[in-house]
């Protein structure tokens, strides 16, 4: 699979990562990863199931035997979709402490690598450049000042119908941010040779026409 093409993606929370990857493999016709839903899911678990946030082998454990399955845009665990669920601020913040486990990320390396499928993929997450797919072809970081980012999560959210605060929202941006990018590991940073993409004055067709650039750049 080695020779498959992987467009990676990573970058802080709202940075617009999940949007941009869906329309770029969109445009290309590729596969998906959204790897920040496997920690999701697995959070999602662990909190459903009262799993100790320190008890590094039974979260491991869930994240091993995650019985996931993808649906167009929708997730499923087991059979309930589980789409809405993973979303809460709730869920990503519980995602941000138990990605910081070694025996958690191990668990979920095989089945990331298992998306990389012909024609090719896009992959979206912290690690994806820098510790997953390492040799893809074409390596994206995104980043966006710490306000425009949690006015887009503030958007969505009331999109949604979900009422939010600014300042609850940006206390819980900084907070992930600092956990993702000081955890000793996979650490939230560009990887070795990306192109470092700053959208906070862009929207999200504007970032993926530049990806799309930068993709048909790596066959000339
Ligand atoms: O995946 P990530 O957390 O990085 O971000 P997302 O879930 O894609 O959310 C980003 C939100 O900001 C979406 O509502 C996008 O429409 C919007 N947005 C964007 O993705 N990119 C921009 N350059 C500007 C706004
Ligand atoms: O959409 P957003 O950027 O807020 O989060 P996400 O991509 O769904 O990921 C949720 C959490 O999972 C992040 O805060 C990270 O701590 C963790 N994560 C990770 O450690 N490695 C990845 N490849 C993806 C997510």
Known sequence: ???????????????????VAHKVADKLGFHLLDSGALYRLTALQALRRETPLNDE????????????????????????????AIRAEEVGNTASKIAALP?????????????????????????????????????????????????????????????????DLLMDLKARDDRDMNRAIAPLAPAEGAHILDTSAMDADEATEQVLKWWAATHK
């Open 1 to 19: 699979t080695s020779n498959i093409p992987v467009i990676t993606i990573d970058g802080p929370t709202a940075s617009g990562k999940g949007t």
């Open 57 to 84: 082998h039974a979260l491991a454990k869930l994240a091993e035997h995650l019985h996931i399955h993808f649906a167009g845009d929708a997730i499923y665990l087991s059979q309930e979709n589980v789409s809405d």
């Open 103 to 167: 025996a958690v990320r191990q668990a979920l390396y095989g089945l990331q690598l298992s998306f990389r499928k012909t024609p090719g993929l896009v992959a979206d997450g912290r690690d994806m450049g820098s510790v997953i797919f390492p040799h893809a072809p074409l390596k994206v970081f995104l980043t966006a000042s710490v306000e425009a980012r949690a006015d887009r999560r503030y958007k969505q959210l009331i999109g949604k119908g979900i009422s939010a605060s600014m300042q």
